[in-house]
């Protein structure tokens, strides 16, 4: 039997009520930084097999070679960020592995047993959740972005020689 070894995950993705809050939380409690932090994010995706768009603003940070992922969601459409009410989700969301086709990567999730929970994708960026019904608030990550591995690898560098200075940065 083949075993498919997937690369090491490179994200743990969390929702949060206040950004700026959770970002100020992980530099002054857990002294990870600097953090990226990007506005208005809009995902064009389908969720419960309905076109949805998604509007958060969000935080990236480094602890090693894993991202930490702070999203803040700003819609309250149906989405997997939020309840039947639209209300958020708050707390760990989801572990992220890159990959560069995601639709083989869903292919295989589906053989496996997995299921698709949303699909969506930004001008840069296709993800995909995946879940087993079995294990209820598991979520997994693909993520295909042509610039994934190359923003991972400053990141990465960036935390590994910061100082302290210049904790957020913020674009868009």
Do not use: C, K, N
């Not at 809050?21 to 506005?39: E, L, N, Y």
């Not at 989405?79 to 958020?88: I, K, L, N, Q």
């Amino acid at each position: 039997m083949s075993h498919e070894v997937p690369e090491p995950a490179v994200q743990m993705g969390y929702v949060v009520a206040d950004l700026d809050a959770a970002v100020d939380h992980w530099i002054t409690g857990a002294r990870v930084g600097p953090w990226t932090v990007f506005r208005d994010v809009t995902l064009h995706g389908r969720y419960a097999g309905a076109d949805t768009v998604v509007t958060m603003d969000v935080a990236m940070g480094y602890t090693g070679a894993l991202q930490i992922e702070l999203m803040q969601i700003t819609s309250s459409t149906p989405s997997p960020y939020t309840d039947g009410a639209g209300e958020p989700l708050l707390g760990p969301h989801h572990m992220a592995w890159i990959t560069d086709d995601l639709d083989e990567s869903l292919a295989s999730a589906r053989s496996r047993g997995l299921e698709e929970l949303f699909v969506a994708e930004s001008p840069f960026t296709r993800v995909a959740y995946v879940y087993s019904p079995a294990q209820p608030g598991l979520v997994f990550e693909y993520i295909q972005s042509a610039g994934m591995r190359a923003m991972l690898e400053y990141g990465i560098e960036q935390a590994r020689t910061w100082d302290g200075s210049d904790p957020v940065r913020t674009i868009g």
